[in-house]
């Protein structure tokens, strides 16, 4: 039996239960009796209101959680298609996400991490958030916060690497480093070369070869401008790549015409009750509408259009549904 399903028993048995007690004070003729019954009923009619709310409050969360899945199947093909492209090959690879800004890279971070990892949601995560002002011109700031992740008292990149490597040889391993277009180039280079390029070298001399355990990292440009600079990346699978190479993803586009009505179209099929079917079926052109209104498809603005068409809050929704 679902929540929804046991609210609405529970509810039925109040409501019954407020019946009776309303015919018995009809019936009553001692006050105190009566009163009785009178404060009887306030504490079941609270009851019931406390019942309503907790039913709205889950009716609520499934058409969230229904939208959400929607919203999963809109967009960023390219990108996931590369993304499988490179997950069946080596145990240890680094990605980059990147686009202009409110292109939805979160969004994709987050969708490559409940739908196309496996262990996506099991595995050592470390996140971290470049944007603050002292790793932005520090770049000691980013080795000392990673060395106290991997709970070392000393930090230098080599000793990190180290730390992870340790984990990576007895459990999944994924590293996310958000906003590393906040980073100097110079940086960005220092990491990939004395923190990653170590990492990636190890497998062919200390990693066994039936280690079933996987190292990932990502970098998430949110303006777009990492893949521009002068930083070796690949974009496509050849036979010559190593994972000392970081792969460099698709960068994201607008939604276009064509990707909208085919997202519409597997919202009419597969998700029907969601409040946003109405709202398309007023539209002759409903792919078309929504460019209208997202400055012709800019992921985030498309998110967020659709959200309020389905009467919630994409702000307040994408705290909730995005984990990493």
């Given at each position: ?28 003729t001692d006050p105190v009796t009566i ?146 277009d906040c980073m100097p180039e110079a ?123 389905c009467g919630c809050n994409w702000y ?9």
């Amino acid at each position: 039996m679902s929540k929804r399903e046991q609210l609405q028993e529970l509810l039925d048995l109040v409501e019954d239960k407020i019946l009776f007690i309303r015919r018995e004070k009809i019936l009553a003729t001692d006050p105190v009796t009566i009163f009785s019954l009178e404060k009887q009923i306030e504490r079941d009619e609270a009851e019931r209101s406390n019942i309503l709310q907790e039913m709205a409050n889950v009716e609520a969360e499934a058409r969230s959680e229904d939208l959400y899945r929607a919203l999963m199947k809109l967009g960023y093909r390219e990108q996931v298609r590369s993304f499988l492209k490179f997950q069946k090959t080596q145990s240890i690879k680094a990605f980059l996400i990147h686009g202009y800004p409110e292109y939805g890279q979160r969004w994709l971070l987050n969708r490559l991490m409940t739908q196309h990892i496996r262990f996506g949601t099991t595995a050592k995560e470390i996140r971290i958030e470049l944007d603050r002002l002292g790793r932005k011109r520090d770049v000691g700031a980013l080795w000392r916060e990673l060395g106290r992740r991997v709970g070392l008292e000393h930090h230098s990149p080599t000793e990190v690497a180290e730390g992870v490597f340790k984990w990576w040889k007895t459990q999944n391993v994924i590293l996310i480093l958000h906003y590393v277009d906040c980073m100097p180039e110079a940086y960005l280079q220092e990491l990939l070369q004395e923190f990653w390029l170590p990492l990636a070298s190890k497998p062919r001399k200390e990693v066994s070869q039936d280690n079933k355990f996987q190292l990932l990292m990502f970098l998430v440009d949110y303006e777009g401008c990492v893949g521009c600079q002068n930083i070796m990346f690949v974009e496509q699978l050849e036979p010559t790549w190593e994972p000392k190479i970081p792969i460099k993803l698709p960068a994201i586009a607008p939604f276009g015409d064509g990707i909208l009505t085919d997202w519409i179209e597997t919202v009419e099929t597969e998700f029907d009750t969601l409040p946003l079917i109405e709202e398309i079926n007023k539209w002759d052109d409903p792919a078309q509408a929504i460019l209208n209104k997202t400055e012709n498809g800019i992921p985030e603005l498309v998110f967020s259009e659709i959200c309020k068409m389905c009467g919630c809050n994409w702000y307040e929704e994408k705290d909730r549904w995005l984990k990493h």
